[in-house]
């Protein structure tokens, strides 16, 4: 891993540093506020009589932030200590659907339009006071509307431009659906971080005797959209790519979107190699199942999913039915997002930790370090390959 003390942090923090995890994104937020404290708690020593460094060293960097909800459903964003001179990082899960309040007595659970709205609420509530504004939204509101095939709404280039319009300079997200909706604010910081490394170290931390070469193992995007993923893994894991196209009924839709025929597939023989399947999300997981199923039809060995975001729309059921079958050995999904307990607790789960990778580009940032070396995980993987080769614990 790319440690906090190989990186050179000589300028000077654009601002003392806060943290807000808003409603949902608490968990997380912590898990990266305790990897600041102790960072900071190490390397304060020498910044310690250095006024530039005031406010440097504590014990928390998370700010009390809330949004209460009148009887009515609507809100208000209140901060309880002063922001003045920050620089804040706002974190956001604008997945977190387990997040309820009270709408005329009864219990209504947070869409994503909800949790954007208490973003948009909080900048707000800063109004202006602090130093600079950066938004930490892993799953970026609205991408998977980043484009238009007919007469329809631009949502994330929308959502994107109104957060700049409210003062956010920059934008990190993870994995992006499409991240050329940059270009919807070409002037603002916008960053979009692939977990690439964390998906290889945590399936080499669980799976003891894979055999990382292009004779047993291959990189599989399901879809034409996620080549450029299945490229860039096959490429540091030294492995062959394979790729599945959706044959789609463009005459009928079905609920908002043309239903998938078949799944086609481009490469080279999957027979008796361990497969991993790489994706942005795994949403309903039909696609990912259907996936699965051709290529243990074509005799593929161990199959394994791994996707950023485990939304899991549909429930688990068929995924524990494909695991019991051997049809899918292990799925990795980051912990960006709100994860269920009952999904934790599954035997073929591989849950994977943003949090030190996140806590590391907030602490370059703040000290307006380049993040360009912590956005290429190449160096990190062939290390931790080479680990695991060695047979030394990853």
């Given at each position: 891993?790319?440690?906090?003390?190989?990186?050179?942090?000589?300028?000077?923090?654009?601002?003392?540093?806060?943290?807000?995890?808003?409603?949902?994104?608490?968990?997380?937020?912590?898990?990266?506020?305790?990897?600041?404290?102790?960072?900071?708690?190490?390397?304060?020593?020498?910044?310690?009589?250095?006024?530039?460094?005031?406010?440097?060293?504590?014990?928390?960097?998370?700010?009390?932030?809330?949004?209460?909800?009148?009887?009515?459903?609507?809100?208000?964003?209140?901060?309880?200590?002063?922001?003045?001179?920050?620089?804040?990082?706002?974190?956001?899960?604008?997945?977190?659907?387990?997040?309820?309040?009270?709408?005329?007595?009864?219990?209504?659970?947070?869409?994503?339009?909800?949790?954007?709205?208490?973003?948009?609420?909080?900048?707000?509530?800063?109004?202006?006071?602090?130093?600079?504004?950066?938004?930490?939204?892993?799953?970026?509101?609205?991408?998977?509307?980043?484009?238009?095939?007919?007469?329809?709404?631009?949502?994330?280039?929308?959502?994107?431009?109104?957060?700049?319009?409210?003062?956010?300079?920059?934008?990190?997200?993870?994995?992006?659906?499409?991240?050329?909706?940059?270009?919807?604010?070409?002037?603002?910081?916008?960053?979009?971080?692939?977990?690439?490394?964390?998906?290889?170290?945590?399936?080499?931390?669980?799976?003891?005797?894979?055999?990382?070469?292009?004779?047993?193992?291959?990189?599989?995007?399901?879809?034409?959209?996620?080549?450029?993923?299945?490229?860039?893994?096959?490429?540091?894991?030294?492995?062959?790519?394979?790729?599945?196209?959706?044959?789609?009924?463009?005459?009928?839709?079905?609920?908002?979107?043309?239903?998938?025929?078949?799944?086609?597939?481009?490469?080279s023989s999957v027979e008796g190699k361990d497969v991993i399947i790489i994706d942005d999300m795994i949403s309903s997981g039909d696609s990912i199942i259907d996936v699965a199923t051709e290529l243990k039809r074509r005799k593929a060995n161990r199959?394994?999913?791994?996707?950023?975001?485990?939304?899991?729309?549909?429930?688990?059921?068929?995924?524990?039915?494909?695991?019991?079958?051997?049809?899918?050995?292990?799925?990795?999904?980051?912990?960006?997002?709100?994860?269920?307990?009952?999904?934790?607790?599954?035997?073929?789960?591989?849950?994977?930790?943003?949090?030190?990778?996140?806590?590391?580009?907030?602490?370059?940032?703040?000290?307006?370090?380049?993040?360009?070396?912590?956005?290429?995980?190449?160096?990190?993987?062939?290390?931790?390959?080479?680990?695991?080769?060695?047979?030394?614990?990853?």
């Amino acid at each position: 891993m790319l440690r906090r003390t190989e990186r050179i942090l000589e300028n000077i923090p654009v601002g003392s540093l806060g943290l807000i995890a808003l409603t949902g994104c608490e968990e997380l937020g912590k898990k990266v506020d305790e990897y600041l404290v102790a960072w900071r708690h190490e390397s304060a020593n020498e910044y310690r009589d250095d006024i530039a460094f005031a406010g440097y060293e504590k014990d928390t960097y998370l700010i009390d932030a809330r949004v209460p909800r009148f009887g009515s459903g609507e809100a208000k964003g209140i901060l309880g200590e002063s922001v003045r001179g920050k620089d804040l990082y706002l974190m956001v899960d604008v997945c977190n659907y387990s997040v309820t309040y009270s709408l005329t007595g009864k219990t209504n659970h947070m869409s994503p339009d909800d949790h954007f709205q208490n973003l948009k609420r909080i900048i707000a509530a800063i109004g202006g006071k602090g130093r600079r504004i950066n938004v930490i939204m892993p799953f970026l509101y609205e991408s998977r509307q980043h484009k238009r095939s007919s007469r329809e709404s631009l949502d994330c280039a929308l959502a994107l431009q109104e957060l700049v319009r409210m003062g956010a300079e920059n934008i990190i997200t993870f994995d992006a659906h499409d991240p050329r909706v940059q270009n919807a604010i070409p002037l603002s910081g916008f960053e979009t971080v692939s977990p690439t490394y964390q998906f290889v170290k945590g399936l080499l931390r669980t799976v003891k005797d894979l055999k990382i070469d292009s004779d047993h193992m291959m990189a599989i995007s399901p879809d034409e959209g996620g080549t450029n993923r299945a490229v860039y893994l096959a490429n540091v894991l030294g492995l062959d790519m394979g790729m599945f196209y959706k044959r789609r009924d463009y005459t009928r839709i079905v609920n908002g979107r043309n239903p998938i025929v078949a799944h086609e597939f481009l490469g080279s023989s999957v027979e008796g190699k361990d497969v991993i399947i790489i994706d942005d999300m795994i949403s309903s997981g039909d696609s990912i199942i259907d996936v699965a199923t051709e290529l243990k039809r074509r005799k593929a060995n161990r199959i394994f999913a791994a996707a950023t975001f485990g939304l899991f729309t549909n429930g688990l059921e068929k995924f524990d039915k494909a695991y019991e079958e051997g049809l899918i050995t292990g799925i990795l999904t980051t912990n960006l997002i709100y994860q269920t307990p009952e999904l934790l607790s599954k035997p073929y789960y591989i849950n994977c930790d943003m949090s030190k990778y996140i806590a590391l580009i907030i602490d370059t940032l703040n000290h307006d370090g380049s993040i360009s070396s912590i956005l290429s995980p190449n160096e990190r993987i062939q290390h931790v390959i080479q680990k695991y080769k060695n047979g030394e614990p990853v």
